[in-house]
Nanobody, 118 residues
Framework: QVQLVESGGGLVQPGGSLRLVCTAR???????????MGWYRQAPGKQRDLVAT???????NYADSVKGRFTISRDDSRKTTTLRMNNLKSEDTAVYYC?????????WGQGTQVTVFS
């Protein structure tokens, strides 16, 4: 059974940076490489929104609100997906979730809190 585990959240001041890492524990490398991986976030009282996705072929999609500030990448050999977040703003405060998907399959991590405060 695959378990997605996020790490790297925390407290940061506006303009600061954080790096989130999602590790697919229990995944077989050859299977993980076929997953569409993504980061989503959910602020209090709001719906869960897409932040960024990266396909098995390296195609990347970003929400407009994070373009130019966030960078998603993947390392299939390590079964990880990383979200580098620069120039963080208060509106980036949310719980960030990792998601994997392939065909009818999808799985979510438990989330990691990111708080941007001044």
């Amino acid at each position: 059974q695959v378990q997605l585990v996020e790490s790297g959240g925390g407290l940061v001041q506006p303009g600061g940076s954080l790096r989130l890492v999602c590790t697919a524990r229990g995944a077989i490398t050859s299977v993980f490489s076929n997953y569409l991986m993504g980061w989503y976030r959910q602020a209090p009282g709001k719906q869960r929104d897409l932040v960024a996705t990266i396909s098995p072929y390296g195609e990347i999609n970003y929400a407009d609100s994070v373009k130019g500030r966030f960078t998603i990448s993947r390392d299939d050999s390590r079964k990880t997906t990383t979200l580098r977040m620069n120039n963080l703003k208060s509106e980036d405060t949310a719980v960030y979730y990792c998601k994997s998907a392939a065909g009818d399959y999808e799985d979510w991590g438990q989330g990691t809190q990111v708080t941007v405060f001044s």
